[in-house]
């Protein structure tokens, strides 16, 4: 199975109530740079990134609450951080991939517990943020819409 395959499997049983085929799927992450969470050698999750925005996040529903969620979260980060952006925006870019990754309770629960904050209304997105986040010594700060 080749890597969109993949990606896609993990989006659909992430996303079942979502209808989309694998070509609108494909071309919708084709601008995107995807990083990949591995178990016992196995794509179990990706995260899509354009730009400095975490457009998608999934984690296969086997292994969600197992910290590879948070694992993604910051090697997304960090690949944001290393592109000299010091901003990070979850669920909104240029390339408008999907409705977000902060989509439903679980997900606004799961990136609040790692800093980020609503931003008011009307100021182009859900959530923006001010969390520190290490990397090689030196501190990123994040915002999330």
Same mark, same amino acid.
């Given at each position: 199975?080749?890597? #969109?395959? *993949? $990606?896609?499997?993990? =989006?659909?049983?992430? $996303? +079942? =109530?979502?209808?989309?085929?694998? +070509?609108v =799927?494909?071309?919708?992450?084709?601008s995107? !740079?995807?990083?990949?969470?591995?178990?016992? /050698?196995?794509?179990? /999750?990706?995260?899509?990134?354009?730009?400095?925005? #975490?457009v998608?996040?999934?984690? !296969?529903?086997?292994?969600?609450? @197992?910290?590879?969620?948070s @694992?993604?979260?910051? *090697?997304?980060? @960090?690949?944001?951080y290393?592109?000299?952006?010091r901003?990070?925006i979850? /669920?909104?870019? +240029?390339? +408008?991939? $999907? =409705?977000?990754?902060?989509m439903?309770?679980?997900?606004h629960?799961f990136f609040?517990?790692?800093?980020? %904050? &609503?931003?008011p209304? /009307?100021?182009?997105?859900?959530?923006p943020?001010r &969390?520190r986040?290490?990397?090689a010594?030196?501190v990123?700060?994040?915002? %999330?819409?």
């Amino acid at each position: 199975m080749d890597s #969109i395959s *993949k $990606f896609y499997k993990i =989006f659909t049983d992430c $996303f +079942d =109530f979502i209808p989309m085929s694998i +070509d609108v =799927f494909e071309r919708k992450i084709s601008s995107c !740079h995807m990083i990949n969470e591995y178990a016992d /050698g196995e794509i179990i /999750g990706f995260s899509a990134v354009n730009e400095n925005s #975490i457009v998608l996040i999934c984690i !296969h529903p086997d292994f969600q609450d @197992k910290k590879y969620g948070s @694992k993604l979260l910051l *090697k997304s980060e @960090k690949y944001i951080y290393e592109q000299g952006y010091r901003k990070v925006i979850i /669920g909104r870019s +240029d390339c +408008d991939l $999907f =409705f977000g990754a902060v989509m439903d309770n679980f997900s606004h629960r799961f990136f609040e517990k790692r800093g980020y %904050v &609503r931003l008011p209304a /009307g100021t182009g997105g859900q959530f923006p943020q001010r &969390r520190r986040s290490e990397y090689a010594g030196r501190v990123a700060v994040s915002r %999330v819409i």
